[in-house]
């Protein structure tokens, strides 16, 4: 039979970079374990100096620095690796900014993105973390686990969070609710930019010691508090600005109406919500980053990523006034409204 031989349609780099991704986020968490982000950052290293620090041959860091190159993550100088200005701002320790702490939570359960546990949690729609229970009622029982949670949300957050609150005009806000608020991140930056602002974070009573460490970190003891509670049950403190950051994306919609409709019936009229998320284009079609972090989701919560049309839609229904959609760090954007007047 005689078969004829045809060029595609198309090239295959969008199949080979899909296929050949599944090895580079593995690649740069071995090079944060290894140290070389901090070894480089002391000054320009050659392949040499990386082989001596890393106690690994030529041949594998060599492909490591090349996939760290790849990924913008250094710079090449002659023979010399340096840190490129991300790698500066979010992989060192004594940034302020710094992104470690989350790489680590993902290097202690790397096996919840695997491909056995993704397709579980995809066939089951069930969350894989930690023997599959709920992500937030285990980490309650093992303080250790939920100090180095918190540090990780923290990672996450500290960047976008010091970006949002100089986007709105908040003079007339007197008190905010950081409610789920882990270290408080956004109450701190929230403090720093605002500073006629007291801001309380409300979360689960073992947080709560945690966040205070955090505002006295910046020196904000005095506008920061803490008031113990569970979302679900307890009444929130009086506050006339709600902040929800990255809460809305581990939970289902449903669940997430409730917390706009009691966020509404606490606050005052005039009093604003603040949803803080990786959000999908309206059209679901992207970016990449809000479609991984779903499929993150999957695999720990109940939750996904929402569009800012999604959340808009749900705060205009549970009586919110006209909705804005505020790009905010990198993929982190704000959706918010306000209650009406009375």
């Known amino acids: 039979m005689n078969h004829s031989v045809r060029p595609p349609q198309c090239d295959d780099k969008t199949i080979l970079d899909i296929t050949m991704n599944l090895y580079l986020y593995p690649a740069v968490l071995i090079a944060h374990r290894l140290g070389i982000f901090e070894f480089i950052a002391l000054h320009p290293r050659n392949l040499t100096d990386i082989c001596a ?3 690994v041959e030529r041949r594998p860091a060599e492909t490591l620095v090349m996939a760290l190159l790849a990924l913008k ?10 840190l490129t200005p991300e790698a500066e701002t979010f992989l060192l320790k004594n940034n302020p900014h710094y992104f470690g702490y989350f790489w680590d939570l993902m290097v202690e359960n ?28 285990t980490n309650t029982l093992d303080a250790d686990r939920m100090r180095r949670f918190t540090h990780a949300m923290h990672s ?3 960047g976008s969070a010091s970006v949002w609150p100089a986007l709105l005009h908040l003079g007339d806000c007197r008190a905010a609710l950081d409610i789920g608020g882990a270290s408080g991140a956004h109450a701190i930056s ?14 689960l009573p073992e947080v709560c010691p945690l966040a205070a460490d955090y505002a006295h970190h910046y020196g904000l003891s005095q506008r920061i508090g803490t008031h113990s509670g ?10 006339d600005l709600h902040l929800y950051s990255n ?4 939970w ?4 997430n109406r409730f917390l706009a409709q009691k966020s509404y019936a606490a606050l005052p009229p005039g009093g604003r919500i603040v949803i803080h998320e990786v959000l999908y284009n309206d059209d679901d079609d992207g970016p990449p980053a809000a479609a991984g972090y779903s499929l993150m989701m999957m695999g720990w919560t109940q939750g996904r990523q929402y569009s800012g049309r999604e959340i808009g839609d749900l705060l205009r229904d549970v009586g919110f006034g006209p909705v804005q959609v505020l790009p905010s760090l990198g993929y982190f954007s704000i959706v918010t409204a306000q209650k009406p007047q009375a």
């Open 230 to 239: 569970d979302m679900w049950r307890d009444p929130y403190p009086a506050a």
């Open 53 to 55: 620090q890393a106690n």
């Open 110 to 137: 790397s096996e919840i993105f695997s491909l056995k546990n993704l397709e579980s949690a995809i066939r089951k729609n069930t969350s894989q973390v930690y023997g599959e229970q709920e992500l937030f009622e």
């Open 247 to 250: 809460i809305f994306h581990d």
């Open 73 to 82: 993550l250094i710079d090449r100088d002659g023979e010399t690796f340096s």
């Open 252 to 255: 289902p919609m449903d669940k």
């Open 156 to 158: 996450l957050s500290m």
């Open 190 to 203: 929230l403090a720093a930019h605002w500073p006629t602002l007291t801001c309380t974070v409300f979360d």
